[in-house]
C-alpha cells in the first residue's frame, strides 16, 4: 500500500497492483468447448517448475510456461472472437473504467476462538464463574430434535480455522494506470497478502451514484 497526493495536496491510500502482461493461452467456443471463455496466463515460469502438459498446452499458443491460467466466461462466441491465441493484454484494458472488483485469497488467521472470529463477547468476568471467560457458553438450546437426538445447526458459530477464504472488495475506485509499467493504483486496500495473486474485474454491481459516473453522466 501507498499513498497518492493529489493536486489540491490531500493524499488518499492506495493499493498498488501490477496487473498484467497476462497471454491468452485458449480462446473456447461454444462450437468446440461447450461453452465461451477466454483463458489467461500470467507470470514467467522456468519449465523445470512446470509439468510437460502445461508447457505444451501454453507452447501451443505461441506463449512460455505461465505460473496461473484462469478463465473468463464470456457470453456469446461474438465477444470471443476478439481474442485470439498468443495475445497480450496489459493494464490498458482498464484505461476508460472507474471502478472494479479485486477478487483474492484473504489471509489465514489459524484456529481461533468465537471472540476474535465472530466478536463474541465472553463469559462474565466478575467473581463465580470459572475459568472460561473466553468460551462460547451454551450451545444446547441451538440444537434439533428430530426423533435421534439433539443436533448442532448447520453454520453454528462455534472454534475453528478462520479466514483463508476466497474474498471480493466490489466497486474499487481505479485512481491511476501505468500501462509502461503494467501498474494499477485502486483507492483502499485488497484482499491477501504482499505478493499475493489477484483477479480484477470490472465492477458487476455499482451503486446508482457510481453507476452514472461510470457512464460518464
Not at 504482499?194 to 457512464?215: P, V
Request: a positive charge; one cysteine or more.
Amino acid at each position: 500500500m501507498s499513498r497518492w497526493f493529489q493536486p489540491d495536496g490531500r493524499n488518499i491510500p492506495v493499493t498498488v497492483i501490477q496487473a498484467g502482461p497476462c497471454a491468452v493461452t485458449q480462446v473456447k467456443t461454444a462450437a468446440n468447448d461447450g461453452y465461451a471463455a477466454v483463458q489467461l496466463g500470467f507470470e514467467d515460469i522456468k519449465p523445470r517448475c512446470s509439468t510437460m502438459a502445461q508447457i505444451s498446452h501454453d507452447a501451443k499458443s505461441g506463449s512460455t510456461p505461465k505460473r496461473v491460467h484462469r478463465e473468463m466466461r464470456c457470453a456469446s462466441d461474438d465477444e470471443v472472437a476478439t481474442f485470439t491465441a498468443g495475445q497480450t493484454l496489459t493494464v490498458s484494458c482498464f484505461e476508460n473504467i472507474k471502478y472494479v472488483d479485486v477478487i483474492g485469497t484473504g489471509k489465514g488467521k489459524g484456529f481461533t476462538g468465537v471472540m476474535k472470529a465472530y466478536g463474541f463477547k465472553g463469559m462474565p468476568a466478575s467473581h463465580g464463574c470459572e475459568r472460561k471467560h473466553r468460551s462460547p457458553g451454551s450451545i444446547g438450546s441451538h440444537g434439533t430434535d428430530r426423533g435421534h437426538g439433539a443436533k448442532i445447526k448447520k453454520g453454528k458459530k462455534m472454534p475453528g480455522r478462520t479466514g483463508a477464504e476466497r474474498v471480493t472488495v466490489r466497486s474499487l475506485d481505479v485512481v491511476s494506470i501505468d500501462p509502461e509499467q503494467n501498474l494499477m493504483l485502486v483507492k483502499g486496500a485488497v484482499p491477501g497478502a504482499n505478493d499475493g495473486l489477484l483477479y480484477i474485474r470490472a465492477s458487476t454491481r455499482l451503486y446508482k451514484s457510481k453507476a452514472r459516473i461510470q457512464a460518464g453522466k
